[in-house]
């Protein structure tokens, strides 16, 4: 690959190359260029080795950038149920600045208080390692009902405990009542390396 690199006039260099359980991770000398990557498309497409079929589509690496929507009402539609995390997920995907957005894991909804009937939901988005994507929605707002409700930037779920034995959010691992541990991407009975 890098005699493709060098051809192509460019002066980016692999380092390595390694199989995951998700696909190949390339290291290479410095961040890649939308060029590079379609250098490594090419290359990687036209190898015997690789099946035509699978989505070979090369990308820099993401990293999780935290948000949190404020002015949404605990209880929804003014009924006793609590609103879910699916009825979130539901209006942020109808809403059209979160069009180029995937969430990296559910949204907690979370009561603002025991006596409010106003809730924070915490979300977790696949962003750049510059927060881009973060940076166009904090502050930007919206209607959730008949509530307007805001983005606002937050550091890594603060406050809000995850455990790092089922993945679930409320408790710490110390309080954690599942037996074994839960694997963090499908929450099988295994840990993530063997997934």
Not at 28 to 39: E, F, G, Y
Request: hydrophobic share 35%; glycine share 6%.
């Amino acid at each position: 690959m890098n005699s493709h690199f060098k051809t192509c006039k460019s002066d980016t260099t692999i380092d390595c190359i390694r199989a995951v359980w998700n696909g190949i991770t390339v290291t290479t000398n410095k961040v890649a260029a939308p060029s590079d990557l379609s250098i490594m498309e090419r290359y990687f497409k036209g190898l015997e080795d690789i099946n035509a079929d699978d989505n070979l589509t090369p990308r820099l690496p993401q990293s999780k950038s935290y948000l949190k929507i404020l002015g949404i009402p605990f209880y929804g539609n003014n009924s006793s149920a609590p609103i879910t995390n699916t009825q979130v997920e539901g209006v942020l995907s109808r809403l059209s600045m979160f069009d180029n957005i995937t969430l990296a894991s559910r949204p907690r909804v979370v009561r603002v208080s025991p006596k409010s009937d106003m809730a924070v939901v915490w979300i977790d988005i696949w962003d750049s390692q510059s927060g881009t994507k973060a940076k166009t929605l904090v502050n930007r707002s919206f209607n959730f009902g008949r509530h307007i409700a805001i983005f606002r930037g937050t550091n890594m779920n603060p406050g809000v405990p995850q455990c790092k034995n089922c993945w679930k959010w409320g408790h710490t691992t110390y309080t954690c009542r599942v037996h074994g541990a839960r694997c963090q991407q499908c929450s099988g009975p295994h840990k993530l390396e063997h997934h």
